[in-house]
């Protein structure tokens, strides 16, 4: 499956992807013993980690424990600034697309951050760390807030929630986020995984899609496989 | 002063900024910090930069905003897996140099160090990244070998030589392209040296680079601080 036109461009013209940490489901933070937190924080993953339909597999590195992530993604379409969290309407229309994405995470490297009060940007930040779908119109989802997503490995549902379980809705992260920084026509906001995160090795596949309404949202399938990435990092202590 | 159309084009062609942390002794040692076996890393988004003549700095509300002068390179072709200590080879990959100032909610990076949560915020708010420059391979043949400086309302606060770095720039081309490939147009920061700071509301940083003890005129940038406003404010996370 190759990548449609659209995504390609969306890798092109991608700054920043910013993405809610521990957003859903209050069931996905007790899996990872994480603290529910007061308000939103989010992180950044490089442009550099996104993997675009049929440009191969998610590399593990040496030494990492590699989780995946499934969530909804959404493609700003104008900038945002200070945006109100209350302004849902507002928060809508600087929507221009949705995907699907995995935020692959290396949990150990994570796990070792978390520990020393180190940045997350390594744990997030691999090369194919962010396969993403083709482009979803944004017509295909009429409420961004009722939508299943879910994630197999070698065919065994892992993970399968609706975004309704979102801790902190869309307007409110898109409000957090713009406060702290401007969001730019372009970005990806990544909007947090459900419960069902796990490991994944080299020979797994990872097959994710997305449903409206009970029906299959044909853009949003993904199959993704992983293999070891060799060359020359190996996770040690920092 | 202006922000001239090779610096504003270093903007728009930006899809990162990556730093290293820690990398002066007495940096670490001055935030109380441990020294790392290894290099580590972390991202500003690029809409953090904030050209010469578009305006200050901005401190958001509840937030203890630090400087950190930095020397800055722009990647001119793409480095994956690189894997060299040689000074030398890493010329190639550099297209110019900058000069900038890693500004920090130092507050919120310490909430994030205790509570193990991501620096993005505290590294990221709009402006947190004025930058100056570019200055040529030409100018500056040894980035090894530059003092870099700040002073904050014309007293000196950060005064020292690259040559500090405990980490050299071949090691942290190659530690940070093993994990992610650098593309054309990213912007890597170096570290800072000792000296770092708060700033307030009303004062101005003036901050440069010299080589042999002269002024690079491309790298001199004044920015003034002023109170961001609006609706952020710094609370527990």
């Avoid at chain 1, 994480?34 to 590399?59: A, C, E, H």
Wanted: aromatic residues 6%; proline residues 6%.
């Amino acid at each position: 499956m190759a990548a449609s036109i659209a995504v390609r461009e969306i890798k092109a013209n991608c700054r920043k992807m910013a993405k809610q940490e521990l957003n859903q489901h209050s069931d996905h933070i007790k899996e990872l013993n994480n603290q529910r937190p007061k308000q939103p924080f989010f992180f950044l993953k490089p442009t550099s980690s996104i993997l675009l339909p049929g440009d191969g597999p998610v590399l593990r590195p040496k030494g990492v424990n590699m989780h995946f992530e499934i969530e909804l993604g959404l493609v700003m379409g104008k900038t945002v600034r200070n945006l109100d969290p209350d302004d849902t309407q507002g928060a809508l229309d600087a929507i221009d697309s949705y995907l699907l994405a995995i935020d692959m995470t290396a949990r150990n490297v994570q796990d070792e951050a978390k520990r020393k009060g180190l940045p997350w940007s390594i744990a997030k930040g691999f090369d194919t760390f962010l396969p993403i779908s083709n482009s979803i119109p944004k017509s295909r989802i009429a409420d961004p807030h009722n939508v299943e997503i879910w994630l197999s490995v070698n065919g065994q549902v892992k993970q399968q929630d609706s975004t309704e379980l979102m801790l902190f809705r869309i307007p409110r992260q898109l409000s957090d986020i713009s406060r702290v920084m401007t969001l730019e026509k372009g970005d990806l906001v990544l909007t947090g995984t459900p419960k069902g995160v796990g490991p994944v090795t080299t020979g797994d596949v990872m097959t994710a899609g997305m449903r409206v309404n009970g029906k299959d949202v044909e853009e949003a399938n993904m199959k993704v496989e992983v293999e070891d990435r060799g060359g020359a990092y190996e996770f040690a202590e920092t | 002063m202006a922000s001239s159309p090779a610096l504003t084009a270093i903007r728009s062609n930006c899809r990162k900024v990556i730093c290293i942390g820690r990398n002066y002794a007495d940096h670490v040692k001055e935030l109380n910090n441990q020294r790392p076996k290894q290099p580590f890393f972390f991202l500003k988004p690029p809409s953090s930069i904030l050209l010469p003549g578009e305006g200050p700095v901005l401190r958001p509300n509840g937030v203890n905003m630090h400087f950190e002068i930095e020397l800055g390179l722009v990647i001119g072709k793409q480095v994956k897996d690189l894997n060299t200590e040689d000074d030398s080879e890493i010329l190639q990959y550099i297209d110019s140099y900058l000069l900038s100032i890693d500004m920090t909610a130092r507050n919120v990076q310490n909430e994030a160090k205790k509570k193990g949560l991501p620096w993005s915020i505290a590294k990221g708010f709009d402006t947190f990244l004025p930058v100056s420059g570019p200055v040529s391979k030409e100018v500056l043949a040894d980035p090894h070998n530059v003092e870099l400086y700040l002073k904050v309302n014309g007293e000196v606060k950060q005064e020292d030589s690259t040559e500090l770095m405990l980490f050299r720039i071949p090691r942290q081309l190659s530690d940070i392209s093993k994990v992610m490939t650098l593309e054309k147009g990213d912007i890597v920061l170096t570290g800072t040296p000792k000296g770092v700071g708060t700033v307030q509301t009303g004062e101005v940083m003036e901050c440069g680079l010299r080589i042999g003890g002269k002024e690079v005129e491309e790298a001199k940038m004044r920015v003034e601080v002023k109170d961001k406003g609006g609706n952020y404010e710094f609370a527990e996370t």
